[in-house]
């Protein structure tokens, strides 16, 4: 079957077998290996995208599913600077073998968009969906953390005046 998405920001089009699963488009057909094949069966959260806009699991989403939408990977997610969360891994030490990173951070990119100044047992609740075999999860809060406060100082606040008639 055709199918036409829009990956990181280029457009692609490709003829796929109506079984193949995204995870394995994004890496077999595109070669965005970012996104890792950690269980195949939805629980380690691994292969996390965002399809349209929304983290999704893309080993339980067929490639044909994706047909029209929009996808972002981990390749995606920094501009010409590193995007805070990617940043806080680092700055934090938030990943040890690296696997299940892409996939925590493109859950994380999310998460901070719709919440600015998480707790940390908000940043714990929304790691849930993901298993990070290395560490006790610790140091990923931490990075979660500080690309919260990385994102706070360097948006934009805008101020709203009242107004009296």
């Known amino acids: 079957m055709q199918i036409y998405v829009k990956v990181n920001g280029v457009e ?18 595109l070669r965005l290996t970012g996104t890792h094949v950690g269980c ?10 965002h399809l349209n806009n929304q983290p999704t699991k893309s080993c339980t989403v067929f490639a044909v599913q994706a047909d029209g939408c929009e996808i972002t990977t981990i ?6 600077e590193l995007h805070p969360l990617q940043e806080g891994f680092n ?17 994380m990119a999310d998460f901070l968009d719709h919440n600015e100044n998480p ?7 929304a790691l849930k ?10 140091n990923i809060v931490k990075s979660v953390q500080y690309a ?8 934009p606040t805008t101020k709203t005046e009242e107004v009296t008639v």
């Not at 030490?93 to 493109?106: E, S």
């Not at 919260?148 to 948006?155: H, I, R």
């Open 119 to 125: 707790s940390e047992d908000e940043i714990r609740h």
């Open 91 to 107: 700055e934090k030490h938030g990943l040890q073998c690296g696997f299940c990173t892409p996939g925590i951070i493109m859950t």
């Open 75 to 80: 390749e995606g997610l920094a501009g010409e």
């Open 12 to 29: 692609y089009s490709h003829d796929v077998e109506p079984r193949m699963l995204l995870v394995y488009y994004l890496r077999d057909v």
């Open 40 to 49: 195949d069966t939805s629980i380690c959260g691994a292969c996390t995208i």
């Open 129 to 138: 969906g993901h298993l990070c075999r290395c560490t006790g999860y610790h």
């Open 148 to 155: 919260a406060d990385k994102k706070k100082e360097t948006e």
